[in-house]
Nanobody, 124 residues
Framework: QVRLVESGGGLVQAGGSLRLSCAAS????????MGWFRQAPGKEREFVGA????????KYADSVEGRFTMSRDNAKNTVYLQMTGLEPEDTAVYYC?????????????????WGQGTQVTVSS
């Protein structure tokens, strides 16, 4: 069982930056590929980015490519999402997810554990 807790969300003006963190419980964090997803009001949950177990490989949605960066610190059981150049369209609840597989995925249904989410609001 893995417990995930997101933090770092908040209100920011367009063009600003935020860094989200996701702290995981357990001793086997480095056996999980990790993903970030988001859900805006009235919309389906969508893929933001994913990172391999060791952190060497990342993948991003086209909408955030070049603005968002994922990283992880396996010694701290934490994954990060650095967000820059934020736009009002990035407003959503952001969720981190863990997948017990060496292969990350952009499909939310393929993840095994989810956090509660953290709200990100970008004002224009």
């Amino acid at each position: 069982q893995v417990r995930l807790v997101e933090s770092g969300g908040g209100l920011v003006q367009a063009g600003g930056s935020l860094r989200l963190s996701c702290a995981a419980s357990g001793r086997t964090f480095n056996s999980y590929a990790m993903g970030w997803f988001r859900q805006a009001p009235g919309k389906e949950r969508e893929f933001v980015g994913a990172i391999s177990r060791g952190g060497a490989i990342t993948k991003y949605a086209d909408s955030v490519e070049g603005r968002f960066t994922m990283s992880r610190d396996n010694a701290k059981n934490t994954v990060y999402l650095q967000m820059t150049g934020l736009e009002p369209e990035d407003t959503a609840v952001y969720y981190c997810a863990a997948r017990s597989s060496p292969i990350f995925s952009s499909t939310w249904g393929s993840y095994d554990y989810w956090g509660q989410g953290t709200q990100v609001t970008v004002s224009s």
